[in-house]
């Protein structure tokens, strides 16, 4: 079964996670972690069976996987959703990072030394800008989907209020909000 765990994150909140373990799992041993990193930036990882980026699929070949609802995820309440906007590589990053450490503290299990982490959408933007800030413990990084750089996202899209609303403006009215967090 899927485990919750909980720690302080950024801005001293209350953050909180998921951990599947693999199966005939012996407490005993030492895995290698797959940490998911979930899109959006305003989604979040639920108690449900996924299509893609399923928990269970990742576990099924020996890893422990965890995964942390960030700041800028769904079901904190509006306010912690909205809170990464011109911020998305400083509370998500923190919370990410005390996340992973507090799953390293909690499961004696988990083997930083062959750690792994993965994610699609703002998933793979943050797993863009862990390589460049944040490249310890990882052994691989997986960005699927991720931007490398903000300006130019905005114009690959059709969507311009989403970019708009969290960098504050336009690439040519706020290049500074675009630069900010750019991996």
Known sequence: ?????????????????????????????????????????QTEFLDVWLARWNYQMFASRGYVVVA??????????????DSIRGDWGGKPLEDLQKGFSAALERYPFLDPTRASALGPSFG?????????????????????????????????TEERWFPEWEHGGTPWDNPAGYAKHNP
């Open 124 to 156: 793979g933007y943050m797993i863009n800008l862990i390589a460049g800030v944040w490249n310890e413990p990882w052994r691989c990084l997986v960005s699927h989907d991720g931007n490398l750089d903000e300006g130019f996202a905005y114009f690959a």
């Open 68 to 81: 942390v609802n960030r700041h800028g995820s769904t079901g904190y309440g509006q306010a912690f959703t």
């Open 1 to 41: 079964p899927l485990e919750e765990f909980g720690f302080v994150g950024a801005h001293g909140d209350s953050v909180f996670g998921w951990l599947q373990k693999p199966p005939a799992f012996d407490p005993a041993k030492q895995y290698p972690v797959i940490y998911l990193l979930h899109g959006g930036p």
